[in-house]
Structures are given as C-alpha cells and as structure tokens.
C-alpha cells in the first residue's frame, strides 16, 4: 500500500530537487548586485525625502517642516513598530510605513508621493 495516496500528498517530483537548490544558489549569486542597488535606492529615497521636507511648508499652519518633521515621523514608526514587536513577539512583521513627515507645529502627517510631500489621507 502506497504511503501517498491523495494528489496533495504527493512528494515533491525530482525536477524540484534540482530547481529548488538551483534558485537558491541563483539567489547567493545575485546578492552581490542586488544589495548594493537596494542600498543606493534606499539612500535616495531618504535624501529625495529630506529635499522635500526642506522645500515644504505645512498646509496647516504654514510653517517650513524641515528634518525635524523627519525626525519626528522616524520617532513615531520606531515606537510603533516597538509596540507590535512586544505585542506580537514571535511575528515576522512586514509593515509600510505611510507617515514620512509630522509638523512638529501643529502634528499634521505627511506622506511621500511621487518625490513631494502630501498630506495623509486619515484611514
Ligand atoms: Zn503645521
């Protein structure tokens, strides 16, 4: 009697054990251009973010944000994300962060689109 009877069941065929460690080995390979192109892009996008809080001023208030607008949406997304660590302690959390500037005059949040600062939409 056969120990897998049912489709779901089935092992895995022997393509799979050459594509599998194939893809993972093709992964290894490409690290070393993939990660240096995600930390160039990252590095952009923080100083295209920096240029647009620099350049912005608040549609509330009126006053220009600056880095310290910066500063501040950085604070609340690393409290946040502190919260649903100790909340959720054994979660792999993968998170978009939608706040990229708060007025640190009257706390109105800003976030990027398309290389210029928006106000946020309240969900
Ligand atoms: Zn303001």
Same mark, same amino acid.
């Given at each position: 009697?056969?120990?897998?009877?049912?489709?779901?069941?089935?092992?895995?065929?022997?393509?799979?054990?050459?594509?599998?460690?194939?893809?993972?080995?093709?992964?290894?390979?490409?690290?070393?251009?993939?990660?240096?192109? =995600? *930390?160039?892009?990252? +590095?952009?996008?923080?100083?295209? $973010? #920096?240029? @647009?809080? /620099?350049?912005?001023?608040?549609?509330?208030?009126?006053?220009?944000?600056?880095?310290?607008?910066?500063?501040?949406?950085?604070?609340?997304?690393?409290?946040?994300? =502190? *919260?649903?660590?100790? +909340?959720?302690?054994?979660?792999? $959390? #993968?998170? @978009?962060? /939608?706040?990229?500037?708060?007025?640190?005059?009257?706390?109105?949040?800003?976030?990027?689109?398309?290389?210029?600062?928006?106000?946020?939409?309240?969900?």
């Amino acid at each position: 009697m056969p120990i897998f009877e049912s489709d779901e069941l089935k092992p895995l065929g022997g393509i799979y054990y050459v594509i599998i460690p194939l893809g993972f080995v093709l992964m290894l390979l490409c690290l070393p251009v993939i990660l240096p192109i =995600a *930390a160039i892009s990252s +590095k952009r996008d923080a100083q295209r $973010l #920096r240029h @647009a809080a /620099d350049e912005t001023n608040c549609a509330g208030c009126g006053v220009a944000l600056g880095q310290k607008a910066v500063e501040l949406a950085d604070k609340l997304c690393s409290e946040q994300v =502190a *919260a649903l660590r100790l +909340k959720y302690p054994f979660s792999m $959390l #993968r998170l @978009a962060r /939608d706040v990229c500037a708060i007025c640190t005059n009257c706390g109105e949040r800003y976030a990027m689109d398309d290389g210029r600062l928006i106000i946020r939409a309240e969900a």
